[in-house]
């Protein structure tokens, strides 16, 4: 029986959360996240101080991968059983995904004084030293969390991304083989055993994880993205334009799969199908690079420097990161003559860490234009130092020595070029100019100096 009128209006009260409790967890098992999140915050608002509720609401929030929310629910969950290792193992795999490394690493240290069998604890603060650039303390805990559990798939996982971001190909490989091996149902498993298959040269291989992944997920249009890029790369013109096409199947606004399908087009020939593509990639996402720059050189082909000056500049203010596309887009602004232009993509191409001999000559050539000539030839210089048997190379430092009077110098690479390749056209006949240029000079130096004895 009960007391009171209150007591019998909170006993219902209670029910009803519970009700929702338990539909909010259908709706969690259905996939269908966001409703179970309302359902649970009905709950929540009806018995507030419930920890498995709380627990239960970051969970749904992770899946919906609102991190940092998830957080807010995991600590007040906390607030109610403070020493609950698997809240504050969820905690911390949070703090990790929101960046917050020092504080994942005591929620994990935390779990260890708590319960030192706890294997989760070592296992994920594999992604957590990983994420910090740590790969030794990576693998530290890998092998800790082995002494535990010898046949946890995740750890595997997790240490497979660790050797993947160090570019330990078949290291990774061979933990993900064991990962599947312990749970073939692990998400996305054969997604990563393609890209590092991929990137390691594996072709057929990677072709069949794509495929095995596909048939678990032939909607997930992240793995369909992927497989096309490397339909692409691997020239499968045709296969990759599907892939793309069904992207956008799924998802019109999909601006990825249109530049992409732009790829196809160009590399086809068909450019006016490819700025149709690239054209409507930008529609869609304002901010993706490349499509400003592919859409340059369509317009550059066209002799419409108006257009492509402003694409470039344009594409140049989206903080392109490729050294290669940097490149591209400070020798199109040196032929259309913008100098300043041309040398702030060079600069900021030798900022990246893919470059390479080629930006500081971009570099070199624009400040030479500028009739810089010390300036270009530091940068050619160090060009020659990453690229010693680049003929170019030599050849332009030979000619901008010219232009400082620097006859020995001059001579010197415009000999070292012809060694590189003494039958090699355009340069052997510009090697000769130069020889003969600096010849020249230095007879008129020794006329001058007889005239001068004379007078």
């Given amino acids: 029986m009960f007391d009171s009128q209150d007591d019998f209006e909170f006993s219902h009260e209670w029910d009803q ?95 260890e004084k708590l319960d030192p069998d706890f294997e989760p604890a070592y296992c994920n603060r594999i992604i957590t030293y990983t994420e910090m650039g740590h790969y030794d303390k990576a693998e530290q805990m890998f092998y800790m969390a082995q002494q535990i559990n010898p046949d946890c798939p995740l750890c595997y996982y997790n240490i497979g991304n660790s050797l993947f971001t160090q570019a330990e190909y078949e290291r990774a490989i061979w933990c993900w083989d064991k990962c599947a091996q312990l749970d073939p149902k692990h998400p996305q498993i054969h997604y990563r055993l393609a890209q590092a298959c991929w990137v390691n040269g594996q072709g057929k291989r990677a072709r069949e994880e794509f495929l095995i992944e596909l048939r678990k997920s032939p909607s997930n249009l992240e793995i369909l993205l992927d497989f096309g890029l490397f339909l692409l790369e691997s020239g499968e013109l045709e296969s990759a334009r599907e892939k793309f096409n069904r992207i956008l199947e799924f998802d019109e606004t999909f601006a990825a799969a249109h530049f992409y399908l732009g790829e196809v087009f160009r590399i086809q020939e068909n450019f006016i199908r490819a700025a149709r593509c690239y054209t409507n990639a930008m529609v869609y996402d304002a901010k993706l690079v490349g499509p400003r720059f592919r859409l340059a050189e369509i317009e550059f082909a066209e002799k419409n420097t108006a257009g492509v000056i402003l694409l ?76 010693p048997n680049r003929p170019e190379l030599r050849l332009c430092a030979g000619w901008l020595n010219y232009k400082l009077r620097r006859w020995d110098q001059a001579e010197k690479n415009a000999c070292r070029c012809r060694q590189i390749h003494p039958n090699q056209e355009p340069y052997r006949t510009r090697c000769r100019q130069l020889l003969r240029a600096v010849r020249w000079k230095r007879c008129l130096q020794r006329w001058q100096k007889m005239v001068n004895l004379f007078r």
């Avoid at 050539?365 to 210089?381: F, P, R």
């Fill in 17 to 111: 959360a519970e009700q929702m409790v338990t539909e909010a967890f259908e709706l969690y098992e259905n996939g269908q996240m966001r409703q179970a999140m309302e359902k649970l915050d009905s709950a929540i608002q009806q018995g507030p101080e419930h920890a498995e509720w709380y627990f239960n609401m970051g969970l749904t929030l992770d899946g919906l991968e609102e991190y940092e929310k998830a957080i807010e629910f995991y600590e007040k969950a906390l607030e109610c059983m403070p020493d609950d290792v698997e809240i504050i193992n969820c905690l911390g795999v949070n703090y990790t995904r929101t960046a917050c490394y020092d504080l994942a690493l005591s929620t994990f240290e935390r779990i």
């Fill in 312 to 387: 470039l500049r344009d594409e140049f203010q989206l903080g392109v990161e490729d050294a290669d596309v940097l490149l591209a887009m400070g020798w199109m602004f040196l032929r259309v003559g913008r100098l300043t232009d041309a040398g702030n993509c060079f600069m900021q191409a030798l900022n990246e860490e893919d470059a390479g001999y080629e930006a500081f000559f971009g570099l070199g050539m624009s400040l030479a234009v500028h009739g810089d000539y010390n300036g270009a030839l530091e940068c050619i210089e160090q060009a020659v130092m990453l690229a």
